[in-house]
Structure formats: C-alpha cells, structure tokens
C-alpha cells in the first residue's frame, strides 16, 4: 500500500504566499506523474499542476506564472509553492501520485486534502 501525506495548508490574506508538501511512503518502485487537484465547494475537482518523472510540468491557466510545481524525486515527495495567492485559490488542495508499487502495478493513489483559504 502507499500513502500521500500532505501538508502546509492553512489561512493567508490576499498577495500571500504558501508551499505545499506531498510526501509518499510505502511499497514504492517508483513514482511517475505527481500532481496537484483542488475543489471548492460546489465545483469539480480540478487539476492545478502536475509533474512528471522527468519533471516536465503542466498548470491550469489561472495558476500559471503564480503558483510552481516541483519535486525531490529522493524523498517521493511534491512540493506546489503558491505566491500572489488570490480568494478564488480558496479550496482543498490533494495530491495525486501514479505510482509502480515494488509489485509492479501501477496505481493511482490520492492525499487526505489540505485546506487552503484565501482572505482578509
């Protein structure tokens, strides 16, 4: 089994910064794509950036040039650092790993969440 332990959520005012972290533990081979999704209440959950082994990265339009995905591929972990934060960021941000477990399967295995709220 894998797990996906996020952290760094929490409150900021409007022009604040925070840096997510997503850490993955267990039966692990290797980790191809990671990814960042949020929801808000009432939408879908939508997916701000994601990047790949190879650390080739993709973003939703309204995040770019704001927010950067990045990982340690060491520590199995994904990093989302969100600057100029706006309160439509407002949402739960989970992590999304595809992940070749040591049995060779592939699986995709989501976080818990982390709140991220956006205001004065």
């Known amino acids: 089994q894998v797990q996906l332990v996020e952290s760094g959520g929490g409150l900021v005012q409007p022009g604040g910064s925070l840096r997510l972290s997503c850490a993955a533990s267990g039966s692990i081979f290797s980790i191809n794509v990671m990814g960042w999704y949020r929801q808000a209440p009432g939408t879908q959950r939508e997916l701000v950036a994601s990047?790949?082994?190879?650390?080739?990265?993709d973003y939703l339009d309204s995040v770019k040039g704001r927010f950067t995905i990045s990982r340690d591929n060491a520590k199995n972990t994904v990093y989302l650092q969100m600057n100029s934060l706006k309160p439509e960021d407002t949402a739960v941000y989970y992590c999304?790993?595809?992940?070749?477990?040591?049995?060779?399967?592939?699986?995709?295995?989501w976080g818990q969440g982390t709140q991220v709220t956006v205001s004065s």
């Open positions: 999304k790993a595809r992940v070749v477990t040591q049995e060779l399967y592939e699986s995709v295995f």
């Open positions: 990047i790949t082994s190879g650390d080739s990265t």
